[in-house]
């Protein structure tokens, strides 16, 4: 099997504007340029993959129909640029979680790089040669621990947050993109 290249990002602050605890649909609000973001992505043929921490469903704030909402409307305004993303993975857990989801160093919660070797089995991904994108140093660290590059986006949490040791820093989902393409096809590390 050939494995292919992937782009992981993180929702919430690299995607869309961050809302604590994001779980009505309305609430949602895509960062300007993301859709088009992700259709240059799509256009390109590298699956675009979301793992995304929501330890709100674990901590019994909102459920997974929640979720599933906001994924629907994030899917519908994406669809209006003529993008989609390939694939979403969820870590509900959290040391506050409620029940099985009371896991405090569980290996798919980030910085752990459990959703990202998940996606990479089950969809032929070469996490070598893929970037993992986020606002927060955990993007950057579960991308390095998956064996993927990293960048770091000055929206959401990135906007304070130290970018530790990403390989890029850019200022929104469009410039991480135009970095990512301009190295494109991406040889393995």
């Keep these: 099997m050939i494995l292919r290249p992937a782009v992981f990002l993180d929702r919430d602050g690299t995607l869309n504007e961050e809302v604590d605890y994001l779980h009505k649909p309305e609430d949602l609000v895509l960062i300007p340029g993301a859709a088009k973001a992700v259709a240059r992505l799509n256009a390109a043929g590298i699956p675009v993959v979301v793992v995304t921490n929501q330890s709100g469903i674990g901590r019994g704030y909102y459920g997974w129909q929640d979720f599933s909402a906001v994924m629907s409307r994030m899917g519908t305004l994406l669809a209006m640029e003529d993008?989609?993303?390939?694939?979403?993975?969820?870590?509900?857990?959290?040391?506050?979680?409620?029940?099985?989801?009371?896991?405090a160093d569980?290996?798919?919660r980030k910085p752990n790089p459990g959703m990202l070797r998940r996606a990479a089995e089950e969809h032929g991904l070469d996490l070598a040669g893929s970037w993992m994108v986020g606002d927060k140093?955990?993007?950057?660290?579960?991308?390095?621990?998956?064996?993927?590059?990293?960048?770091?986006?000055?929206?959401?949490?990135g906007a304070t947050h130290d970018p530790g040791e990403a390989e890029h820093v850019a200022d929104s989902l469009t410039h991480a993109v135009d970095h990512i393409l301009a190295g494109w096809p991406w040889p393995s590390r």
């Design 106 to 108: 569980h290996a798919d």
């Design 137 to 157: 140093d955990i993007d950057v660290q579960a991308g390095h621990r998956a064996g993927c590059r990293a960048c770091m986006v000055r929206t959401g949490y």
């Design 83 to 103: 993008a989609h993303i390939d694939a979403v993975y969820v870590s509900p857990h959290h040391e506050k979680g409620q029940g099985h989801y009371a896991v």
